[in-house]
T-cell receptor
Framework: DSGVTQTPKHLITATGQRVTLRCSPR?????VYWYQQSLDQGLQFLIQ???????AKGNILERFSAQQFPDLHSELNLSSLELGDSALYFCASSPPPGGREQFFGPGTRLTVL | AQSVTQLDSQVPVFEEAPVELRCNYSSSVSVYLFWYVQYPNQGLQLLLKYLSGSTLVKGINGFEAEFNKSQTSFHLRKPSVHISDTAEYFC???????????FGQGTELSVKP
C-alpha cells in the first residue's frame, strides 16, 4: 500500500459524458501527478500540481482538466468522453522539496462505451 | 527532452534462472532513473531508484540495477527469479531535481516453473 488513494476503482460510462476521478496523496506530499495508461500509448504524463498550483503539463487533452484543493487532494475531470479515453488513470504523489520519487495509487479504470 | 527505450517487450524465463531487463535512456541533462513493477490489475510499485552516488543500486525483492552513464543504460537484474516475479516492469526517467516521469513501453516478465 503506497498511501495514495484513488476513487473510484472502476468507472463505466458512455461517450459524450463527463466524469471526475479523485486522488488523495500520501500524508505530507505536496505534489500530485496524473498519468494515463493505455495499450497503444503506454504510460503518459498528463499534469502535475504542487501545493495547489499547476506545475507542469504533458499530453493532456483540452477536454481534460485537473485541480488540487487546499487539503491537497486532486481531481481529474474528463469531459466529452470518447471511446479512445478508455484507459487506466493513475495518480502519484511525491514529497517536498524535490519530489525525487513518486508513489502511485491503485488507479481508476475508465471504460467508455 | 528525455526518452526511454526498453529493449525487450517480453522476457520468458524459467524459475530460479537469472534475468536482465534492459533499459536505455536519452537526455541532455542529468536524470534520475527508476524501475517500477506492475502486477496484474494493480498500480505501480517502486522497485529501485538511482539519484546519485553509487552506480549499483539495490532494490526490493532481490532486484538490482546498474547505472552506466557512458552507455546511457540502467539495466535491471535478478540472480534467481521466482514465479511471483511475473509482472510488467517499467523503466522511467525524470530530470534530476524531480518532476514528471517518462516511461518506457514496459517489459513483460514471465517466469515459468
Amino acid at each position: 500500500d503506497s498511501g495514495v488513494t484513488q476513487t473510484p476503482k472502476h468507472l463505466i460510462t458512455a461517450t459524450g459524458q463527463r466524469v471526475t476521478l479523485r486522488c488523495s496523496p500520501r500524508s505530507g506530499d505536496l505534489s500530485v501527478y496524473w498519468y494515463q495508461q493505455s495499450l497503444d500509448q503506454g504510460l503518459q504524463f498528463l499534469i502535475q500540481y504542487y501545493n495547489g498550483e499547476e506545475r507542469a503539463k504533458g499530453n493532456i487533452l483540452e477536454r481534460f482538466s485537473a485541480q488540487q484543493f487546499p487539503d491537497l487532494h486532486s481531481e481529474l475531470n474528463l469531459s466529452s468522453l470518447e471511446l479512445g479515453d478508455s484507459a487506466l488513470y493513475f495518480c502519484a504523489s511525491s514529497p517536498p522539496p524535490g519530489g525525487r520519487e513518486q508513489f502511485f495509487g491503485p488507479g481508476t479504470r475508465l471504460t467508455v462505451l | 527532452a528525455q526518452s526511454v527505450t526498453q529493449l525487450d517487450s517480453q522476457v520468458p524465463v524459467f524459475e530460479e534462472a537469472p534475468v536482465e531487463l534492459r533499459c536505455n535512456y536519452s537526455s541532455s541533462v542529468s536524470v534520475y532513473l527508476f524501475w517500477y513493477v506492475q502486477y496484474p490489475n494493480q498500480g505501480l510499485q517502486l522497485l529501485l531508484k538511482y539519484l546519485s552516488g553509487s552506480t549499483l543500486v539495490k532494490g526490493i525483492n532481490g532486484f538490482e540495477a546498474e547505472f552506466n552513464k557512458s552507455q546511457t543504460s540502467f539495466h535491471l537484474r535478478k540472480p534467481s527469479v521466482h514465479i511471483s516475479d511475473t509482472a510488467e516492469y517499467f523503466c522511467a526517467v525524470s530530470v534530476a531535481g524531480g518532476g514528471k516521469l517518462i516511461f518506457g513501453q514496459g517489459t513483460e516478465l514471465s517466469v515459468k516453473p
